[in-house]
């Protein structure tokens, strides 16, 4: 009777054909479970990668802040290179749209939608200015990272404490005045699904205590590289889009809700296809 396991059978010496062994086959690995291996693979050497190569980067940007006081070169030789390299190493490709859009030498405020944490590489990588981040002062409290944000002139925002928040805008203001640009999110929050969210007025009372312009810039589909509340990286696209300056005479608190709509309108137009602004 016909064996029924898995097995290769082998001849021992020429002369006695009737010895054999029989050598087990490799077991067969159903392909689910080869991507799954295949997954965890990426998900632990992109992540352990991108952990120790911040670490190294925020080495190499306390030594860069003895000699930048403004940030700036902790902007353009710490900031930007870090960004890049892991876009790159995870495989992620940004198209950018609209680079026609920005002055570098005209402070402005930069507003866009927020869908992943990629958008923070994708935004250092590939809008060509120094500007400073307005983010939650949780991040600030992130060992080494924190610091180095701090030393870039980054701005914390507390969520908790609305007298903190109001001084961190005026910090904000103030620095938009003395020619240095700022980013926000105007959402507050990333989106789960690339749907844009409710708009904080924070931002739009920030522009208009600075005077500085608003540039919109939409980001359309980085929710799909690396989703909310997940560290898992997916390979592929997304798009980055700056619009044109929005200028600010003939708006004031009293239709800063007309501003925010607008600003709106031309993020939602760029996601749904409609190329405003």
């Keep these: 009777m016909r064996d029924q396991g898995c097995y290769a059978t082998c001849s021992i010496g020429q002369h006695d054909s009737a010895k054999s062994f029989r050598v087990p086959e490799a077991p067969y690995i159903p392909e689910v479970f080869q991507d799954t291996f295949n997954i965890m693979v990426r998900f632990i050497s992109l992540n352990s990668f991108i952990a120790i190569y911040s670490i190294i980067m925020c080495l190499w940007v306390i030594l860069l802040s003895f000699f930048d006081r403004s940030g700036r070169k902790i902007h353009f030789f710490g900031a930007v290179p870090w960004a890049k390299i892991i876009l790159w190493v995870c495989g992620i490709k940004v198209r950018a749209v609209g680079e026609a859009n920005i002055d570098p030498l005209l402070p402005r405020i930069y507003m866009c939608n927020h869908q992943s944490y990629f958008d923070i590489l994708a935004l250092l990588a590939y809008l060509p200015v120094d500007f ?64 844009l969210q409710d708009f904080k007025k924070g931002g739009f009372n920030l522009a ?70």
């Design 132 to 195: 400073k981040f307005i983010m939650k002062q949780e991040l600030m409290k992130i060992p080494l990272l924190g610091f180095c944000m701090k030393r870039a002139g980054y701005i914390s925002i507390s969520r908790e404490d609305p007298r903190k928040a109001i001084k961190g805008m005026k910090e904000a203001a103030e620095k938009a005045r003395e020619g240095i640009s700022i980013l926000i999110f105007p959402e507050g929050t990333r989106s789960v699904d690339g749907r």
């Design 208 to 277: 208009l205590k600075s005077g500085c312009d608003i540039v919109p810039v939409t980001i359309k589909n980085s929710y799909r590289i690396v989703p909310k509340g997940s560290l898992r990286i997916n390979r592929g696209s997304f798009e980055i889009h700056f619009a044109r300056p929005i200028p600010l005479g003939s708006y004031s608190k009293r239709n800063i809700v007309e501003l925010m709509e607008r600003v709106k309108g031309v993020m939602s137009g760029r996601i749904n296809g409609e190329g405003i602004g």
